[in-house]
C-alpha cells in the first residue's frame, strides 16, 4: 500500500542533463496519456476530532498508476502537471470524482464525509467557480461536503484576484483549508485577511515534536493564532503517540497521519465509513 521512492520510476537525478532532460519529456508524454489509460486514481486519509476521536474529513490524494513504473508520487508529477498546464484537466478530473464518489454514497446510504480537495495555484482562475458549482448541481451534493486546500503560494503575491476567488467559494458555502502552513513567506499579520476557515499545519514542524523546543513553539503559536481568529486547525503528519499527545494537551481540534491512517483506496475508506 506504500508508495515505493524514487528508486523507481523516473530518476529525476540522472547524472546526464540530456538524460534528465529526456525522462522529463517521456513523464510529460505519459502523463498526457494517463488521465485517457485511466492510470490515476484517488487515495483518501482520514482526518480525526481530537477531542472525539471521529473521523471529520478525508483528504484526497492524487495517484498515478503508470502502466510500466508502478505508482508515481503527486511530488512527482503535480508540478510537471502545473507546469504544462495539464493541472487543469487532472484537476478537473480530480474534483470530478470527488464529487462522483461523494453521489455515490448519498445513492447508497453510506454515510458520506466531508472530502478535502487538493487544488494547485493555477486552478484559481475564475472558471474555478462555475465549474465546481455546476458539478454540485450536477452530483446534487451539499456544499458543506466539500473542502478546498490551498497553499500559501497562491497568496503570496498578495494576488487581489485570487482573494477575491477565494472569497466568492465561500460565500458559495466551500470550506477553504490554507496547506502546508507555516512553510511559506506569509506573514502571519495575513491570516486576518484570508478568506479561510482551517490551518493545516505542515508537517515538517509536527515531525519533531515534542522534542524540538522551536517546532513546538511554532505549533503553539498556530493554535493560538487560529483561536485567536476563529479559525480551525488539522496537524498534519502526524506519526507517533507522542506527537498526538503533545497536540491533543494543547488543544489542537484536529489531526492527520500515518499514525492514525495513511492515504487509502476508496474501498478501504468505506469499510471505515460503514463500520
Ligand atoms: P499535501 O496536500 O500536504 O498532502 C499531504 C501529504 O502528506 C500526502 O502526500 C500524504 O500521503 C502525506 N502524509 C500524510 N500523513 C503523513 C505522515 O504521517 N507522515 C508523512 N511523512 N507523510 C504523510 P502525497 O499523497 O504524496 O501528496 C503530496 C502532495 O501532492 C500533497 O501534499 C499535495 O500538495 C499534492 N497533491 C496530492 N494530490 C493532489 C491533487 O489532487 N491536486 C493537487 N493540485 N495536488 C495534489
Ligand atoms: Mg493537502
Ligand atoms: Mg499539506
Ligand atoms: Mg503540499
Known sequence: RQMPDSEHGYLFFAADMNQRARERHHLEEDLREALHRGELLLYFQPQFELASGKMQAAEVLLRWQHHEHGMVSPAKFIPVAEETGLIHEIGDWVLETACAT??????????????????????????????????VGQYQLPVHLLELEITESVLIQDDAKALALLESLRAAGFAIALDDFGTGYSALSYLRRLPIDTLKIDRSFVADLPGCEQ?????????????????????????????????????????????????????????LLLR
Open 102 to 135: 461523494l453521489h455515490a454514497w448519498l445513492e447508497r446510504g453510506i454515510p458520506p464525509l466531508r472530502l478535502a480537495v487538493n487544488l494547485s495555484a493555477r486552478q484559481l482562475r475564475p472558471k474555478l467557480i462555475s465549474r465546481v458549482l455546476e458539478l
Open 215 to 271: 517546532e513546538a513553539a511554532m505549533v503553539l503559536s498556530i493554535l493560538r493564532l487560529a483561536q485567536t481568529h476563529g479559525l480551525s486547525v488539522v496537524a498534519e503528519g502526524v506519526e507517533t503517540q507522542a506527537q498526538l499527545d503533545f497536540l491533543r494537551q494543547h488543544g489542537c481540534p484536529a489531526v492527520q497521519g500515518f499514525f492514525l491512517a495513511r492515504p487509502m483506496p476508496l474501498q478501504d475508506l468505506e469499510e
